[in-house]
């Protein structure tokens, strides 16, 4: 790629990192923000992915942090019966979504997630999906930091051989002092480049943490310590309604879909058949992954099971410190990428808003990123430090994470078909159904799981 054809947040020289803006980051800019290289970039990515390749980009995509939440949502969700059954059952529409976006991309001819909502869908839905976007992954940076919070505690507490309440004793170990001291020195100054080329090697770290903190939960199950023993373990939920509170930790931990459509792209062969296979396979390592931390992560501690369940876990235990390393070390790094996404589909947003095109004034340019930067990271680190618990914060993007699994594929699909000018048989009917109730399923679990995530904040206050 010529340094010409280089776009906002994707140029060269400045603080000094490598041409590669990172998978993941392309993935998700706003090609408002970078339309000229598009058609260059994907026409390569066609002859470079495999299908195996394929396969490890959409689980790299899925598995992340959200790992930690799933043994508190199958004890949500009353029992491994009901948490793998309710897995299984979303499992359908997660690998249906990721073919109608595939489907909607090829009909609508455009790479990405946003684009080809605003292609199929019009300009007003395509707006809301970018909006969407941007709060989404504004949501999970702070989660992220809620996250480094976390296990900074118990670390810290192995190190100076201290408890709980004598860490938080001192103020250069509170909590809060090393949530800011962590964001300031290594955080922020990642978060301001305009490429993220060190975005490689947080992808080897993410796979090999989650892969660890199952391997971890999975042996200390069955050989436990002696100082854990299980509080009540349910076996069934205590309302039908009580099951939907899970739904949110599995939304967000499945949700590849905004990255999915330049996967799809990045294929030799980007097509309907080939790619069913892809996201087959790569949802079922993923649901081994998934099902095996929580199960065992819920086994382990029943309804005694934090809403991360490494704080779960004594604070001296070797291996599950090494869990608790690897996971600070895969936010610190994926915090950048995410905000590098959302500021991105931000730029688009006010680039299309003013009418303008990709900044010239390189000065110009600078300030405003900084501004984006700093404002983005000040707004995340407040939140974070205010909102100890990550179940909240989860509760409301997993419910955003089931509009890119359900409401924008359906409205898609809907659109699509409805577009055609074929006879409408038999099959196109079902079809159109079927985007209906996607919607439908959708629009229900954004509604109820944030309506309830609102109440309960609000109860919590009081």
Request: aromatic share 10%; glycine share 8%; hydrophobic share 50%.
């Amino acid at each position: 790629m010529s340094r010409k054809d280089m776009a906002v947040n994707s140029e060269v020289g400045d603080w000094g990192l490598s041409d590669n803006a990172g998978e993941r980051a392309w993935l998700l800019q706003s090609p408002s923000v970078d339309s000229a290289q598009a058609p260059e970039q994907t026409q390569q990515r066609r002859d470079g992915t495999s299908a195996v390749g394929a396969v490890f980009i959409v689980v790299n995509a899925a598995l992340g942090a959200g790992l930690l939440n799933f043994p508190a949502a199958f004890n949500m969700a009353g029992g491994v019966v009901s948490g793998v059954v309710l897995q299984m059952c979303m499992l359908i529409f997660i690998i249906s979504g990721l073919v109608i976006l595939a489907y909607s991309s090829l009909v609508s001819n455009e790479s990405t997630y946003q684009e080809v909502v605003r292609a199929v869908c019009g300009r007003v839905l395509g707006v809301v999906c970018e909006i969407a976007i941007a709060v989404y992954t504004f949501g999970t940076c702070i989660a992220f930091l809620i996250i480094i919070g976390d296990q900074l505690d118990k670390l810290i507490g192995v190190m100076n051989h201290e408890s709980e309440a004598g860490v938080h004793a001192h103020w250069y170990t509170d909590r809060k002092f090393t949530i800011s001291l962590t964001s300031f020195l290594i955080i922020l100054p990642l978060s301001i480049p305009k490429e993220i080329g060190f975005q490689k090697y947080a992808s080897a770290v993410s796979v090999i943490g989650t892969w660890y903190v199952t391997i971890v939960v999975i042996i200390k199950y069955i050989w436990p310590d002696k100082d854990i023993s299980p509080g009540y373990i349910p076996t069934r939920p205590a309302s039908w309604t009580a099951v939907f509170n899970a739904m949110p930790t599995i939304c967000f931990g499945f949700q590849c879909h905004v990255s999915s459509v330049p996967v799809f792209n990045s294929m030799k062969r980007s097509e309907i058949l080939p790619w069913g296979g892809v996201v087959t396979v790569g949802m079922i390592i993923c649901l081994f992954v998934y099902t095996g931390t929580g199960v065992c992560g819920f086994l382990s501690f029943g309804s005694n099971v934090s809403q991360d369940v490494l704080m779960s876990y004594p604070s001296d235990d070797i291996a599950v410190a090494i869990a608790r390393a690897f996971i600070v070390l895969c936010v610190v790094t994926s915090y950048p990428i995410l905000h590098f996404c959302g500021r991105a589909v931000l730029e688009g947003l006010w680039l299309r808003f003013r009418g303008e095109q990709v900044e010239v004034d390189v000065t110009k340019e600078r300030r405003r990123r900084l501004a984006q930067t700093i404002v983005w990271f000040c707004l995340t680190l407040l939140l974070a430090l205010f909102i100890p618990d990550i179940g909240r914060v989860i509760s409301l993007i997993g419910g955003l994470a089931a509009c890119f699994i359900f409401v924008f594929p359906g409205l898609c699909l809907i659109q699509a078909k409805l577009s055609e000018n074929d006879v409408r048989s038999a099959s196109w009917h079902w079809i159109v159904a079927y985007g209906v109730i996607m919607v439908t399923i959708g629009a229900f679990i954004f509604g109820q799981t944030t309506t309830n995530a609102i109440f309960h904040d609000i109860n919590n206050h009081d």
